[in-house]
Nanobody, 117 residues
Framework: VQLQASGGGLVQAGDSLRLSCTASGRAFRTFYMAWFRQAPGKERESVGTIGRNGNIYYADSMKGRATISRDNAKGTLYLQMNSLKSEDTAVYYC????????????WGQGTLVTVSS
């Protein structure tokens, strides 16, 4: 599966932003999906995951300010981010894995979110 993330940009603290990740190739609905982010000079961290049946897990990084969703008909994963802070500045990546994988093996190219304070 090929993943294409989009929707990043420059926003101000307190703003909201929605990222999208469009998948092409194999059936999107069969994949477990996730959002990760990597801030400058820091390691990549999880934002959250969404299972094939829609079960969602949020990491502490954005818990309470992020909503992950998927539209299987459109083959698209979303990340709605609210009350953005300067520390949310990062490159955001979408990723996918199958039920047979212990790790996320398909990655999008990343989209940069810059939050100015």
């Amino acid at each position: 599966v090929q993943l294409q993330a989009s929707g990043g940009g420059l926003v101000q603290a307190g703003d909201s932003l929605r990222l999208s990740c469009t998948a092409s190739g194999r059936a999107f609905r069969t994949f477990y999906m996730a959002w990760f982010r990597q801030a400058p000079g820091k390691e990549r961290e999880s934002v959250g995951t969404i299972g094939r049946n829609g079960n969602i897990y949020y990491a502490d990084s954005m818990k309470g300010r992020a909503t992950i969703s998927r539209d299987n008909a459109k083959g698209t994963l979303y990340l709605q981010m609210n009350s953005l802070k300067s520390e949310d500045t990062a490159v955001y990546y979408c990723a996918a894995k199958t039920i047979l994988s212990s790790e996320y093996i398909f990655w999008g190219q990343g989209t940069l979110v810059t939050v100015s304070s």
